[in-house]
């Protein structure tokens, strides 16, 4: 799994569930600008790419993640690192340990 994810071209970023980020691939470093050490650990509604007027639209997105629920196909803009914005499809799928928990 963790080969899959690093050398995915699609920018993947892990969070826990405290909405804390856990690691990223290189594809996303490379995507926004930021390398992993300066991500690792960010709360999602403080990560420095999700622009402040996109802070409520990432809340409620958490909030399905939360539920369990997955998304797909949503089309938002995040920032790069040297403040341009940049056009963005999001997927996040929650995971759930084996008791259906989730993680």
Same mark, same amino acid.
């Given at each position: $799994? +963790? %080969?899959? &994810?690093?050398? #995915?071209? *699609?920018? =993947?970023? =892990?969070? #826990?569930? *405290?909405?804390?980020?856990? %690691? $990223? #691939? @290189?594809?996303?470093?490379?995507? /926004?600008?930021?390398?992993?050490?300066?991500?690792?650990? $960010?709360? =999602?509604? %403080?990560?420095? /790419? &999700?622009? %402040?007027?996109?802070? +409520? +639209?990432?809340?409620?997105?958490?909030?399905? =993640?939360? #539920?369990?629920?997955?998304?797909?196909?949503? +089309?938002?803009?995040?920032?790069? @690192?040297?403040?341009?914005?940049?056009?963005?499809? &999001?997927?996040?799928?929650? /995971? /759930? *340990?084996?008791?259906?928990?989730?993680?």
């Amino acid at each position: $799994m +963790e %080969s899959f &994810i690093e050398n #995915n071209a *699609d920018a =993947i970023l =892990i969070c #826990n569930s *405290d909405e804390r980020v856990e %690691s $990223m #691939n @290189k594809s996303f470093e490379d995507l /926004f600008g930021w390398p992993k050490e300066a991500l690792v650990g $960010m709360k =999602i509604a %403080s990560l420095p /790419f &999700i622009p %402040s007027e996109y802070l +409520e +639209e990432t809340n409620r997105l958490c909030e399905r =993640i939360r #539920n369990g629920v997955p998304l797909s196909g949503i +089309e938002t803009r995040r920032l790069h @690192k040297d403040g341009e914005y940049i056009n963005v499809i &999001i997927s996040a799928s929650p /995971f /759930f *340990d084996g008791n259906g928990k989730l993680c």
